[in-house]
């Protein structure tokens, strides 16, 4: 016996005695879990056959029994008892005496201490929401202060900044994103280059693509583009690194050691998406030229030299420094927002996995909410 | 019935773990006895939780195999590992209950996934089992929601879902107080008794050894291997092994403080 899992093993009841009088049910074999159900079926079917005034129920032939097999033992007695049966086991073993001795059949009526959890009606959701998005504002707004107050503090501490972090998160943030931006820039302006040809050919102004191209690689699309990719890769990798430091207990470590964790943990990775983002995205605007110029040499019959000319005139040094000034407000909100998600985690894996989607998302959000503003600026400033 | 003080659960033979060129411990063998407690003991670094890994199939062994009745727990055969795996119940340290679910949602986990049970079936399972461990009424609290010793409880009831023949405890008593410490030592000793579950306990608490262990098993670092088997009250009286004595008599061994504590 005893190797407990042998499928196709089963349970054997042979009935004896005379229906509507003094019943016995042998039952021989395995009662366990994985033939509980074929059990309490036979056995609900032979009690409905013989309707027995008084159940015996002999276990001298059970070879295994576990705390399933017991259990549905007792749901029959107690089932008996219900309908004022005489009920009997006869031939307990040890064990069966042993485990059934372990089952507390109060616990199996016990009311759960929590039914059920609050839902409330939707009114009270609406306003549940509500105030939670207005929490959740109020607490970047603070968040945002903090790192203000922190960066200042840095800029007049130079030396009070871990930049052994700084150089370890630009390596994380930049040099390891070069591949991925510069393959999805260089892609971007390729479909770009082609789709507006295509329109361009028909008014024979092919040589207009590399304007398009420029303003709305340089100005647009290239800081948009390193924005989001950063904000998948590394703002994500903020969240979810600061948010288990959370779960661990390290950031409360870190305050208990007289340490402000926002200097700490938040202003290294700011600091440092600060300075590769701007990079990223020169570097993101080189791949995008490229995919341009690889159109036009390729299917506009242009050279490279008259395309680049023709870049270089529709492009002013001011757009180049206003997309990196820009690219640099998308680093402090991505990297912001990814720190200020991760010290948000509360509880377990979870919440550092709704926190790493969420420091996407409102990064994401920010970025083009931040980006039609500075469109707005520049218009009304005309540049 | 087979003489349950006889038939081997567990069969450990020269058993090697080594994770680059650091050897845990070298050709280890040892069994373990249908329904006895057996307590893998010996200070820290000394191999204890990766012998427990290996027992249950978690590492792969650089030499050596496990057996658990008879099947080895690093068989390539999904089908056998499945029923191996549904033989080893499990309570690690933290309890490792899923954060997401209730306790009940915990405990009918592997349930669900081992049976087709009717819902109503599983339910009463699950409240059973909660029973067992004292939490009856506890199934539709969160993990967060409950004590460390609590949690510890559950872990347990979802460990024995399935009427596992072996149980593993990962230092069942590391972070309880001293009376949630002896409780649980009484609850693993009463499902032993009752069950006759046989159970695998890693741990360095010599008041729950002496509380609880049927049999002992010491390893030693820089033996990489056992270094004393039997009785713990027998080993504390009686060991001519200064190594062994030492341990039992928390006496720190003589010479600088040993390291990797």
């Known amino acids: 016996m005893e190797n407990a899992r042998v499928p196709g093993h089963g349970h054997t009841i042979t009935v004896s005695g005379d229906k509507g009088k003094n019943v016995t049910f042998a039952i021989s074999g395995r009662v366990a879990l994985d033939n509980l159900q074929a059990f309490t079926t036979e056995v609900q079917a032979r009690l409905r056959e013989m309707i027995p005034a008084a159940l015996t129920v002999d276990l001298a032939g059970v070879e295994y029994l576990d705390s399933a097999g017991a259990l549905a033992l007792m749901e029959l007695e107690s089932d008996a008892r219900g309908r004022s049966l005489t009920f009997e086991f006869v031939n307990l073993t040890d064990k069966a005496r042993g485990i059934m001795g372990l089952i507390d059949p109060e616990a199996l009526t016990t009311e759960p201490l929590i039914t059920d959890r609050q839902v409330g009606n939707i009114l009270e959701r609406l306003g549940e929401a509500t105030l939670k998005i207005l929490n959740d504002f109020k607490r970047v707004v603070i968040f945002l202060g903090e790192l203000l107050v922190a960066l200042t503090h840095a800029v007049f501490h130079p030396r009070a900044v871990r930049w052994q972090d700084v150089a370890f998160y630009m390596k994380r943030a930049g040099v390891d994103g070069l591949p991925i931006v510069g393959l999805i820039s260089l892609l971007l302006g390729l479909i770009l280059a082609f789709m507006s040809s295509l329109q361009l050919k028909q008014f024979g102004a092919n040589i207009y693509v590399a304007s398009l191209l420029a303003i709305a690689i340089v100005k647009e699309l290239g800081p948009i583009m390193t924005a989001i990719l950063v904000a998948g890769r590394s703002g994500s990798a903020f969240a979810a690194e600061i948010g288990t430091m959370m779960v661990n207990e390290e950031v409360d470590a870190l305050t208990t050691m007289g340490f402000n964790p926002v200097r700490f943990l938040a202003v290294p990775k700011v600091l440092a998406a600060m300075i590769v983002v701007p990079l990223l995205t020169l570097y993101a605007d080189l791949f995008g030229i490229l995919g341009g110029v690889i159109v036009g040499v390729l299917g506009l019959d242009l050279t490279a030299y008259t395309y680049l000319k023709e870049t270089q005139r529709s492009l002013s040094l001011l757009d180049i420094i206003t997309s990196l000034i820009k690219s640099g407000v998308f680093a402090v909100l991505i990297a912001g927002i990814g720190c200020q998600r991760g010290f948000e985690v509360k509880g377990g894996a979870e919440a550092v996995g709704a926190a790493t989607t969420s420091a996407v998302v409102a990064a994401i959000f920010l970025i083009i909410v931040t980006d039609s503003a500075f469109a707005l600026v520049f218009q009304y400033l005309h540049i | ?261």
């Open chain 2, 1 to 261: 019935m087979t003489n349950p003080a006889t038939t081997p659960v567990i069969v450990v033979d020269q058993l090697t773990a080594r994770f680059g060129d650091n050897t845990i411990f070298d050709r280890v063998s040892f069994q373990v006895n249908r329904g006895e407690i057996l307590v893998i003991l010996g200070g820290s670094g000394c191999g204890k939780s990766t012998m427990l890994k290996h027992l249950i199939g978690l590492y792969q062994p650089a030499a050596g195999k496990v057996l658990v009745n008879g099947v080895d727990v690093n068989t390539d055969d999904d089908r056998i590992l499945r029923r191996v795996r549904m033989d080893l119940g499990v309570l690690f340290q933290s309890g490792a209950l899923f954060g997401s679910m209730t306790l009940a949602e915990n405990v009918s986990l592997p349930i669900q996934e081992y049976t087709d049970l009717d819902s109503a079936t599983i339910e009463l399972i699950v409240r059973m089992k909660l029973g067992l461990v004292s939490l009856a009424g506890y199934e539709n609290h969160l993990p967060s929601e409950i004590s460390g010793g609590m949690k510890k409880r559950a872990g347990l009831a979802r460990a024995m879902a399935l009427d596992p023949t072996v149980l593993f405890f990962d230092e069942p008593s590391a972070g309880l107080d001293p009376i949630t410490s002896v409780e649980l030592d009484n609850l693993i000793k009463s499902l032993n008794a009752g069950m006759g579950t046989t159970m695998v306990i890693v741990t360095h608490e010599l008041e729950s050894i002496f509380n609880i262990a049927h049999r002992v098993i010491m390893l030693d670092k820089s033996a990489r291997g056992i270094i004393a088997e039997g009785d713990p009250r027998e080993l504390k009286d009686h060991s001519t092994d200064p190594r062994v004595l030492n341990f039992f008599n928390r006496r720190p061994a003589a010479g600088p403080a040993p390291q990797g504590t």
